[in-house]
């Protein structure tokens, strides 16, 4: 089993910043990706960034990708996401992610473990 613990969210106005973290515990030697994905009310979850562990290779959503940028430190186990301009369609609950494989990593089915999300408010 792996265990992942966000941090970060919190409420931000349009055009603001925001940092994500994500650490895992337990049997990371098996993670091959770690993704970020997001879940506005009403909508299904949708993939936001990805990153292949060893690597480093990223994958980004056309709604974030100039805006967001994921990171990793493979010593700390731990999965970052920085928002940058932020806008109100960002708002939801953003959950971590990490799956074994390097294949379909926009694909949430991929990903075996999640987090119990955060929520990220933007307002106008």
């Known amino acids: 089993q792996v265990q992942l613990a966000e941090s970060g969210g919190g409420a931000v106005q349009a055009g603001g910043s925001m940092s994500l973290s994500c650490a895992a515990s337990g049997r990371t030697f098996s993670v091959a990706a770690m993704g970020w994905f997001r879940q506005a009310p009403g909508k299904e979850r949708e993939f936001a960034a990805a990153i292949t562990w060893s690597g480093g290779r990223s994958a980004y959503a056309d709604s974030v990708k100039g805006r967001f940028t994921i990171s990793r430190d493979l010593a700390k186990n731990t999965v970052y996401l920085q928002m940058n301009s932020l806008k109100p369609e960002d708002t939801a609950v953003y959950y971590c992610?990490?799956?074994?494989?390097?294949?379909?990593?926009?694909?949430?089915?991929?990903?075996?473990?999640w987090g119990q999300g955060t929520q990220v408010t933007v307002s106008s």
């Open positions: 992610a990490a799956g074994d494989t390097v294949w379909e990593i926009r694909n949430r089915f991929r990903y075996e473990y």
